[in-house]
């Protein structure tokens, strides 16, 4: 999450300070802080959304992580927290590109029974937290408030958490 947040949104902030030759080192420090929370909420999110969307929300099918045996928030939470039969269901389903419908369903089981989901909707809500008080901390104008909330919700869009909340029943 933290090599995402630093190529989409760190990085390109820095570059835009730098481009318009801003020394301000308040502006730096906390814009860095905001950028950085909101680049790992929108990482875990998207691994959230990659295990439980739906094709019409996402366009993409899902759990495209776990077939592409790539390491997310959900798949590391397991990992370090699963339980053997968990675990069991880990490793013989990340990595096959060809996962069942009773698989999928198998594998979203396992995130919300292990903890997994609900962890990851904390951490989420923790670092938009972090980025919102980051942002509080910038004393923003009204018009650069309106439009840094409308990157927040373009970002992570917590309608749809909330819809993976409601069918998963967390």
């Not at 905001?34 to 999110?45: D, K, N, P, T």
């Not at 999928?104 to 937290?129: I, K, N, P, W, Y």
Request: charged share 25%; aromatic share 6%.
């Amino acid at each position: 999450a933290l090599k995402t947040a630093g190529y989409t949104f760190i990085r390109p902030f820095e570059i835009g300070l730098a481009l318009a030759e801003n020394q301000d080192e308040q502006l730096r420090h906390l814009g860095a802080i905001f950028c950085r929370a909101l680049g790992v909420a929108f990482q875990i999110q998207d691994d959230i959304v990659d295990a439980f969307g739906t094709v019409e929300e996402t366009g993409k099918t899902p759990l495209s992580d776990i077939r592409d045996h790539q390491h997310s928030y959900l798949t590391q939470w397991v990992a370090e927290h699963g339980n053997a039969k968990q675990l069991e269901t880990l490793h013989r389903c990340w990595g096959n590109s060809s996962i069942s419908l009773e698989e999928r369903d198998e594998v979203r089981r396992m995130f919300v029974q292990s903890g997994a989901l609900t962890s990851a909707l904390a951490a989420c809500e923790d670092e938009l937290t972090r980025a919102r008080a980051a942002l509080q901390k910038l004393q923003p104008t009204p018009s650069l408030e309106a439009l840094f909330s409308a990157v927040i919700k373009k970002a992570v869009p917590e309608e749809l958490l909330q819809a993976i909340r409601v069918r998963s029943s967390v």
